[in-house]
């Protein structure tokens, strides 16, 4: 079978898209879906919409991340790197960045939807705006984190490619 057509091909294409489904959505949300709801509605309106982007990205961004775990352990295991390889070469420091960086990710994506986010919800309710502002700022170190991770990542793996 050429290498066109074969497996190997269409787990580097799943991982690539995994890839591009993840920080075009990363980038999408942060610097068009977010300030647009924030300038059209003021700083706290535009909650509903964004929750609305949020959850349906939500989605496609979770099985975006999964495929590239899982597509990404499939292309290490295709290509012999093991533990060893991963800890004592300059190309296995990379990759070994690469998934720490995607497993801190996903438990910053977690963190911001399972905990900050409707902890805001909460404290809105409960008219608290110190908390509010503290939890939007927690939301927005997460943001960050996970859009700067997201790029170091892409870095990396294009740093991989002779």
Do not use: C
């Amino acid at each position: 079978m050429n290498d066109l057509w074969d497996i190997w091909t269409l787990v580097r294409f799943l991982h690539v898209l995994g890839v591009a489904v993840w920080l075009g959505g990363m980038i999408f949300l942060g610097v068009v879906a977010v300030p647009i709801a924030r300038a059209t509605e003021g700083p706290n309106g535009g909650r509903a919409l964004i929750a609305r982007v949020g959850q349906r990205f939500g989605m496609l961004g979770g099985i975006a991340w999964v495929t590239i775990l899982v597509s990404g352990g499939l292309l290490l295991q295709h290509r012999n790197v093991d533990m060893d390889k991963l800890t004592s070469t300059d190309y296995g420091h990379r990759l070994l960045a690469k998934i720490i960086l995607l497993l801190l990710m996903g438990f910053a994506v977690v963190v911001h939807s399972m905990w900050q986010g409707p902890k805001v919800r909460q404290l809105e309710e409960a008219e608290d705006a110190d908390g509010v502002k503290r939890m939007k700022m927690i939301g927005g170190m997460l943001d960050a984190f996970v859009l700067v991770a997201t790029l170091v990542a892409l870095w990396l793996a294009t740093s991989l490619i002779p």
